[in-house]
């Protein structure tokens, strides 16, 4: 029978790293730590930062925000808001919004929510049925990823956060490295950095704690310590072009351990290669609503011009 490496509590999980098997216990601390050393190697964190945490109340921001409430302990003037963006989906959103109010109270860390239809004056759904009419539709991930980035930077400076954490994982970050790949994308490619960027103009530095941190290992966390979160699937989620990368990839993985790490570690040795990354696209303030862009007009500003939405960010 199947024994633990760590004590004798019964076998829970086996870690990918160093195979050994973990009982429920010694597995959650093993990931409390992992994330502790990612933010020690990246340096993501000072002792006085106040965390904007994306929160959507999904499986995977649901654990980083169990893990980082318990890993600030150690930093006492760090401080956490949790942070939800209501992209405005209905049957979608709409329920995941009580669940995060619910997660936030029991791990009392103040919350804000912040609408599209509040910042952009549309919802979510609103802006894809108009683009839907047009010639080259873009697909909804992309115009959501755009607009949830700058609605997030912007509640993040609202609640006066210094960093803002997303909960990237290390599936997510292969697969970025790997799109960006896929679409020949050099720029995007290289600014991919693990290290937080340096605060640019209205830009604040995000940091992903997760992303030595798996999928399944995510998964076996929230089940280890029983965590409630909404796992009601995105009805634009079919869209992406993420899911063919990521069934390549946990093919892969499946077939070839550590293929997930192999790609961030690779990146992670180009990208120290390449000097100056910065200066590959000057940034710009754009030149309606006054954002920090690599475009003389932000992609946020441009898409809604595109559509035909009256522009509310525009000066
Ligand atoms: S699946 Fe796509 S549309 Fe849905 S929330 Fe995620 S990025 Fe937005
Ligand atoms: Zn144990
Ligand atoms: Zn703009």
Known sequence: MLQSNCCQ???FMRDFQSKKVYCKTHFTGLIEDRVQKTINRYNLLKREDHIGL???GGKDSTVLLDVLSKLIERFPQ???TAITIDEGIKGYRDDCLEITQKITQKYQIPHVILSFKHIYGATLDQIIEKSLTMKHAMSACAICGILRRRALNYAARQVNATKIATAHNLDDEAQSILMNLVRGDFSKFIRLTRAPVQKFGSLLPRIRPFVR????EIVQYAYAKELEYHSFPCPYASSAMRNDIRTFLSEMEKK???TLQNVVNLHDSLTQHVP??????PPFLCQKCGEVSTHEVC???LLLDNLGFENPLEK
């Open 9 to 11: 509590n019964p076998p």
């Open 276 to 281: 100056k990354v910065t200066n590959l696209d």
């Open 213 to 216: 941190v798996t999928e399944p």
């Open 54 to 56: 994306g929160y959507s």
């Open 256 to 258: 070839r351990p550590s």
């Open 299 to 301: 992609p946020v500003c």
């Open 78 to 80: 760090c401080t956490l």
